[in-house]
C-alpha cells in the first residue's frame, strides 16, 4: 500500500510538556480538522507579551500551553488583533519543520527557517493582525496546520471560523447504502482474496504474515491453505538506509494470489511475495519481490510447498511500493503489477535515469533498464529461452529494440489493486505521493504519468507538495516512446479536502456485477486506506465510480460544485485517455484551478490567480468534469455511515459479489483481520470501531502527514524538498531459471514481528 514517514504515537511526548520556559509556542498545518478555538488573550492581559508553546511533529502541531489548548492536536489560536505573541515551539521528531501564517488569502505574513534537530526549540514574536487565518509546516503542510481566529474587530472571529466548518462539503457525494456481512475473521492483515473455477465454494485470502487461508460457508479454515512465511523476509527489519530501523511499517509480505483460469484441471495457482536479498541483491537494497508459481496436493486440499516454480523476481531498493494483487485477463495471460522500486519521487537509489530532465529519474518513465513501475503481461502456459514463462506475441514492446518486452503499460508509481470487468476493462489503481489519488482504465502500451504528473496534475521532485506550472503531456516522438500521450486517471481525489483529510492512499477495486443492490450495479467499487495521516486510526473509506453516460465526468450534491470547462468531444471518446489541464496547488490553500482546454502536444498549464469555483462555491482541486462520477458508500451498520476499518484489499467471486479485505491495526500484527462481503443494506451487520486498548502502538514511528500509507521516510533537505538520491541503473528483474532458490527459509513473522 500509500504513501510517508513512518507511525508514531499521536500523544505529546514528556518533552512537549516538560517546559520551564512559559514562552514557547508551536503551530504547523495539518490537513485535519482543527482542535477547539482556543483563547489567548485573557491569559496575560496584565502582560505586553502573550506567549503559546506548542510541540512540532509530522502527526501535527501539539498544543502545550496555555493550559486551555493543552494536549489538543492543531488547535485553534484565537488571537487579538495589535496583541504582541511570543510563540516558541520544539521539535519533538527529528523532522524539518518550520512555523508560517497565512493570510485568508494565502499570502504569508510570517516564516521562520527549517528546524531539523529533535529537541531544538524556536520562537517567533509576531504582532497579531486581523488578515491572519492559518499557520502550517511547509514540508508537511498536510498534517500540520491549524487556524487562526482573530478577535479586536476584525476577520476570521471564531463565530466566522464555525460557519465556515459548518458550510465546509465533503470532497465525496454521499452514495448509495450498503451493508456489510462478516464472511471470516481471525487474520492479521488480509492483502488479496481469490476464487477459483471449482465445483466447491471456497475463497483464498492471502494474509500479509504468509498465510494463504481458505474461507468456507463455515468461516476461516483452522490450517492455512498454503504457508509461505518461511520464505518471506522479515517483517519489521529493514535492510539499507531508507527505512526506519524501528519503525513497525511494513508494506512488504504475502501480497497477492491468483489461480489459473483452468485451476480445477491443472491444480495451478500463483502468489506474489516478498524474499529476503539474495544473490542477485546490489548491496543496500531492500528485498526481492517474487512471482511464483504453486500447485495443489492430488486431493486439492492443500497448496503443495514443495512445488514452488518461480517465474519473476524484482529487486527492490527499497522496501515500499511492492505493488500487491495479480489477475488473469479474459486473453489468458497473467497480468503483473510492480510498483516504481519504492522511496519518494521515484528518484532514489534503484531508480534509473528517464526521459523528463525536469525529474531526476525515475523507472516509471522507464521501460528500457527495469520491469519497475509498471504493469506487466506474460504466458505462463509457454516458456521461453532463456525464462519460465512467454511473451504474449502482441505485448506493446515486442518489436521494439528499447524495451523489455514484459511491459504491457507503464508510468505507475505503485500499481496497488488491478481487476478486470465483464467486458474485459482493465481498472488499475495507483498510490500517489503527496496530494492525489487515482484510478485508472490501463490499454496496451499506456503511459500514466508517473513521475511526470501525479493524477490530472503535475508533478515535480523538487517540489512534491506544490507541483509546477506546466508538463509535458506526451512522452518524446522516439523510440520506445514514439511520441505516446500522457492517460490521465478515470478517478481522482486530493488527500486534502476543505481542510480536512480526504484520504492517503487508494486501494484498487472491483465492478460490482452482483445485482443485488440496484444501485451499485455497474459501478466501480474502490476504496482508501484510512483517512487518518498518522496512520493510526482505522478510518477507511468504501467508494465508486461510475462511467457518466454522456461521456464527461462531474458530481452532483454538495460534493459537487467543483465544476470545470466542459470539454470538446474529441476529448471525451475514451474514458482515462483524456489529457485534462493541470490544477496548481498554492502554497496551503489547496486552491487548484483546472485548464480543460489543452491541445494535443501542448503543455499541462496550471491556471493562476485562484479557485475555480461552480455551483456550491468549492475549491476545484481535481477535474471532475473529466472523471467519472464518484461518491462514498454508506454503510448501513455504523452510526454516521462510517466504516472503522482500514480497507486493506477488495475481491470478487464469480457472480460478480464484492468483498472488502480490512482490518484495525495499521501494523502487521493482531487478528482483526476481516472479510466482509457488500450486501443489501438489509442484509448487513452492525460495525463498532475499534477498543482502545486494541489500538495501534507503533513504538517511535510518526506519520509523514504530506505522504501516503507507501511513501514512508522520504530524506527531506533542509529546504524542505524531498533530497535526490543518486540513481542506480541496474537490471532488477530476473527470470526463474537465474533466480536463486527461494524455499531458503528465513525468519518467521511472529504476532508483533511488526
Known amino acids: 500500500m500509500s504513501e510517508r514517514s513512518d507511525e508514531r504515537p499521536n500523544s505529546v511526548p514528556e518533552s512537549a510538556t516538560d517546559y520551564t520556559a512559559t514562552s514557547r509556542r508551536r503551530l504547523l498545518q495539518a490537513a485535519a480538522a482543527a482542535g477547539g478555538v482556543v483563547a489567548l488573550g485573557d491569559l496575560a492581559a496584565a502582560q505586553e507579551t502573550e506567549t503559546i508553546e506548542l510541540g512540532g511533529q509530522v502527526s501535527g502541531w501539539q498544543g502545550v500551553s496555555p493550559e486551555a489548548i493543552a494536549g489538543e492536536t492543531n488547535p485553534t489560536l484565537e488571537l487579538e488583533a495589535g496583541t504582541t505573541y511570543e510563540l516558541t515551539w520544539e521539535n519533538l521528531d527529528g523532522q524539518p519543520h518550520n512555523f508560517v501564517i497565512e493570510s485568508g488569502e494565502g499570502d504569508e505574513l510570517e516564516r521562520t527557517e527549517l528546524m531539523m534537530e529533535q529537541g531544538e526549540t524556536q520562537t517567533l514574536e509576531f504582532e497579531a493582525t486581523e488578515e491572519m487565518a492559518e499557520y502550517y509546516c511547509v514540508p508537511h503542510s498536510a498534517t500540520m496546520r491549524g487556524d487562526i481566529s482573530v478577535g479586536g474587530g476584525g476577520a476570521g472571529g471564531a463565530e466566522q471560523d464555525e460557519a465556515t466548518d459548518e458550510e465546509a462539503a465533503a470532497f465525496f457525494d454521499p452514495g448509495a447504502e450498503i451493508g456489510v456481512r462478516t464472511v471470516a475473521e481471525g487474520m492479521t492483515a488480509p492483502t488479496d482474496m481469490a476464487v477459483a473455477d471449482e465445483e466447491q465454494e471456497r475463497y483464498f485470502v492471502a494474509d500479509q504474515t504468509g498465510e494463504l487461508w481458505v474461507v468456507t460457508g463455515d468461516g476461516l479454515q483452522d490450517e492455512p491453505f498454503l504457508d509461505v512465511s518461511d520464505r518471506l523476509v522479515e517483517l519489521g527489519t529493514f535492510e539499507g538506509d531508507y527505512a526506519d530501523p524501528n519503525q513497525d511499517y511494513d508494506e512488504r509480505g504475502l501480497l497477492g494470489v491468483e489461480f489459473h483460469p483452468e485451476f480445477a484441471e491443472n491444480g495451478r495457482f500463483f502468489v506474489h511475495y516478498s524474499a529476503p536479498p539474495n544473490d542477485e541483491t546490489p548491496d543496500g537494497w531492500s528485498h526481492v519481490e517474487v512471482v511464483s508459481e504453486f500447485r495443489t496436493t492430488e486431493d486439492m486440499s492443500a497448496g503443495d510447498p514443495d512445488s514452488e516454480r518461480v517465474l519473476m523476481e524484482f529487486q527492490k531498493p527499497q522496501y515500499n511500493h511492492d505493488a500487491g494483487p495479480m489477475a488473469f485477463g479474459p486473453d489468458g495471460y497473467l497480468y503483473v503489477p510492480m510498483g516504481d522500486g519504492g522511496g519518494a519521487n521515484d528518484d532514489m537509489e534503484g531508480h534509473v535515469e528517464d526521459w523528463y530532465d525536469d525529474n531526476a529519474g525515475g523507472n516509471g518513465q522507464d521501460v528500457s533498464e527495469n520491469l519497475l513501475g509498471s504493469v506487466l503481461r506474460v504466458d505462463v502456459d509457454q516458456e521461453g529461452e532463456d525464462r ?11 518489436d521494439s529494440d528499447e524495451g523489455l518486452d514484459e511491459h504491457y503499460a507503464w508510468g505507475f508509481r505503485n500499481p496497488f489493486g488491478i481487476s478486470f470487468d465483464s467486458d474485459g476493462r482493465l481498472f488499475v489503481s495507483d498510490a500517489g505521493q503527496d496530494l492525489f489519488e487515482e484510478a485508472n482504465l490501463v490499454e496496451a502500451g499506456g503511459n500514466y504519468g508517473w513521475n511526470v504528473k501525479e493524477g490530472t496534475h503535475c508533478f515535480s521532485t523538487e517540489s512534491p507538495s506544490q507541483p509546477p506550472e506546466d508538463c509535458p503531456d506526451s512522452a518524446p516522438d522516439e523510440p520506445p516512446y514514439d511520441g505516446q500521450e500522457l492517460q490521465d486517471p478515470i478517478v481522482e481525489y486530493p488527500h486534502v479536502y476543505q481542510e480536512q483529510v480526504v484520504g492517503i492512499t487508494i486501494i484498487g477495486g472491483h465492478v460490482y456485477e452482483a445485482g443485488d443492490i440496484d444501485d451499485l450495479d455497474g459501478k466501480y467499487v474502490f476504496g482508501d486506506w484510512t483517512a487518518d495521516p498518522a496512520r493510526q486510526s482505522p478510518q477507511g473509506r468504501i467508494l465508486a465510480a461510475s462511467e457518466p453516460s454522456d461521456g464527461a465526468g462531474g458530481m452532483t450534491g454538495d460534493g459537487g460544485g467543483n465544476q470545470t470547462e466542459e470539454m470538446s468531444p474529441d ?16 502554497e ?8 480543460a482546454t489543452n491541445e494535443t502536444n501542448a503543455t499541462n498549464e496550471t491556471v493562476e490567480g485562484g479557485a475555480d469555483v461552480g455551483g456550491s462555491g468549492q475549491e476545484q482541486v481535481v ?22 476499518y482500514f480497507v486493506r484489499q477488495f475481491g ?9 479485505l480490512a482490518n484495525q491495526m495499521g501494523v502487521p500484527e493482531g487478528d482483526t483481520g476481516t472479510v466482509f462481503e457488500i450486501v443489501p443494506p438489509g442484509e448487513g451487520e452492525s460495525l463498532e470501531p475499534p477498543a482502545e486498548d486494541e489500538a495501534v502502538e507503533s513504538g517511535n514511528q ?26 542506480v541503473a541496474d537490471e532488477n528483474v530476473t527470470s526463474g531459471e537465474n533466480a536463486t532458490d527461494n524455499e531458503t527459509s528465513s525468519t518467521n513473522v511472529t504476532s508483533d514481528g511488526a
Not at 496551503?588 to 485548464?595: A, D, L
Not at 510518526?702 to 533542509?718: F, K, L, S, V
Open 652 to 660: 470478487q467471486d464469480l457472480d460478480g459479489n464484492v468483498y472488502v
Open 588 to 595: 496551503g490553500g489547496f486552491e487548484n484551478e483546472t485548464n
Open 388 to 398: 519460465p514463462y512467454a511473451i504474449p506475441e502482441d505485448n506493446p514492446l515486442v
Open 571 to 586: 476529448d471525451q471518446e475514451m474514458p482515462g485517455n483524456v489529457t485534462p489541464g493541470e490544477g496548481g496547488i498554492e
Open 702 to 727: 510518526e506519520a509523514n502527514g504530506n505522504a501516503t500509507e507507501d511513501t514512508q521516510d522520504e530524506p527531506i533537505t533542509e529546504d524542505g524538498n524531498v533530497s535526490d538520491n543518486e540513481s
Open 623 to 644: 477535474p471532475r468534469d473529466e472523471l467519472w462520477n464518484m461518491e462514498e458508500l454508506q454503510l448501513a451498520g455504523s452510526e454516521d455511515g462510517s466504516f472503522p
